[in-house]
């Protein structure tokens, strides 16, 4: 059975820092991109981060650069969001989902091939 159990997420105050994990198993994690999917409270969601089967390639929403950082331990089949200075408008469910494809990426869950259940992230004070 293929599962992506995020967790790390929580309550924190702007400015404060999260680190999101994402546990995987059930399939081949060596072979799969990773990639972080957020949807805001009400809002559609958005895609925000990937990172290469072998970790040597990232890319990231221009909103996002300089203040996440997406990583990965192939060794333990998981995937990591570091999340620094974060905004009110961070606030969102964060879902991991895992593809295959190199040149892929989608702001919407369903489209990949295997995706989370999401972690909350709420930025407030």
């Known amino acids: 059975e293929v599962q992506l159990v995020e967790s790390g997420g929580g309550l924190v105050q702007p400015g404060g820092s999260l680190r999101l994990s994402c546990a995987a198993s059930?399939?081949?994690?060596?072979?799969?991109?990773m990639h972080w999917v957020r949807q805001a409270p009400g809002q559609g969601f958005e895609w925000i981060s990937r990172i290469s089967s072998g970790g040597g390639t990232t890319t990231y929403l221009d909103s996002v650069k300089g203040r996440f950082t997406i990583s990965r331990d192939n060794a333990k089949n998981t995937v990591y969001l570091q999340m620094n200075s974060l905004k009110p408008e961070d606030t969102a469910m964060y879902y991991c989902?895992?593809?295959?494809?190199?040149?892929?990426?989608?702001?919407?869950?369903?489209?990949?091939?295997?995706w989370g259940q999401g972690t909350q992230v709420t930025v407030s004070s």
């Open positions: 989902a895992a593809d295959p494809r190199a040149a892929f990426f989608s702001r919407t869950p369903s489209e990949y091939a295997y």
């Open positions: 059930g399939f081949t994690f060596g072979n799969y991109w």
